[in-house]
């Protein structure tokens, strides 16, 4: 079994389509979808933006369904010049940028993790290879990146340029981590990959509604490479 997590309704819908043997179940407010994709047991949802929503729903795959790996799927924002608008953002590790206790001396983004600090929540590199040969099977260009999740809409450049100052990021986006965190805790893969709607210049509302369409389609092709 494969879980599937997406937080727009956007980035999950094509997805549902191709399902067979589809089955619906409702779960704290949240539903679930079970049935096959390709040659693939998946259960696959919609969580919501932000980082909670994502853990719960992250929680409730691991619980209910017993996956083998969360991949978390979904568009989000550049931080790099290696990564234009279309390209694939496959995370090497993802970090919370917006958590921060630096006030009682820890490192800005630094969590507790099963009794240690830890800023940077690692994915699976297996899986991460997968996704990015099946990305280019499906012709998309897929880059290796640290991806930084935070409750916020990364729009303004001084906030873009913190992030990648502080912790390098690539990528920019409202759930990954969360998630990581979530399947670390579960000792299971996580992989997070983001196809990129939106560039680091301040263009940002306007790119997000002209390539949202496009950068989904391009993730559910390597996800139905990966799948077959």
């Not at 805790?185 to 939106?198: E, G, W």
Request: charged share 25%; glycine share 8%.
């Amino acid at each position: 079994m494969i879980a599937i997590i997406g937080a727009m309704q956007a980035e999950v819908e094509g997805l549902l389509r191709e399902m067979q043997d589809l089955q619906e179940e409702e779960i704290l407010g949240h539903s679930y979808y079970s049935g096959r994709l390709g040659s693939h047991d998946v259960a696959v949802t919609r969580c919501g933006v932000g980082k909670v929503n994502a853990a719960i729903c992250a929680q409730t795959m691991l619980l209910r369904f017993r996956p083998e790996v969360v991949i978390n799927t979904g568009v989000g924002g550049s931080l790099s010049p290696q990564l234009d608008i279309l390209d694939v953002a496959v995370a090497t590790d993802a970090v919370q940028h917006d958590y921060d206790t630096s006030a009682i001396g820890e490192p800005n983004g630094a969590l507790t993790l099963n009794g240690e600090l830890v800023t940077y929540l690692p994915c699976d590199e297996g899986w991460r290879e997968r996704l990015i040969e099946a990305a280019r099977a499906a012709g998309v260009r897929a880059v290796p990146a640290r991806i930084a999740s935070g409750d916020q809409f990364i729009s303004r450049r001084e906030d873009k340029r913190r992030i990648v100052e502080r912790f390098r990021a690539m990528a920019c986006e409202m759930e990954g981590a969360a998630i990581a965190q979530t399947c670390c805790l579960a000792h299971t893969p996580c992989a997070i990959l983001r196809a990129i709607s939106d560039s680091t210049d301040d263009n940002h509302s306007m790119e997000f509604e002209t390539f949202l369409e496009r950068a989904v389609e391009n993730s559910h092709r390597i996800l139905r490479e990966l799948l077959k």
